[in-house]
């Protein structure tokens, strides 16, 4: 290995690490994110209603996009942007 590799390797180590750490896996952050989407939608911090949510979505990207895309279908259901009857 490199000796220029090790810090990028830490670094990754310790990200996965964390995430692993956080309480929090894909299949429970998931099961949240439709409850928690129509809160945030109307106002409220997702920092507050479930921190822990958060801070897998900061190191989950794919948990992350799925939480993005369901915040924005909801919001425009919210404004009245998309045909809720259409299947």
């Known amino acids: 290995m490199n000796p220029h590799d090790e810090p ?11 995430h692993q750490d956080d309480g929090m896996d894909c299949d429970s952050c998931g099961c949240q994110l439709e409850c928690l989407a129509e809160k945030v939608a109307a106002g409220a911090s997702l920092h507050d209603l479930w921190p822990e949510v958060e801070a897998h979505l900061v190191c989950c990207r794919d948990c992350r996009e799925e939480w993005q895309a369901l915040l924005c279908i909801v919001q425009a259901e919210m404004r009245g942007e998309l045909d809720k009857d259409v299947p």
Not at 9 to 15: C, N, S
């Open 8 to 18: 990028a390797r830490k670094l990754i180590e310790h990200i996965f690490l964390k």
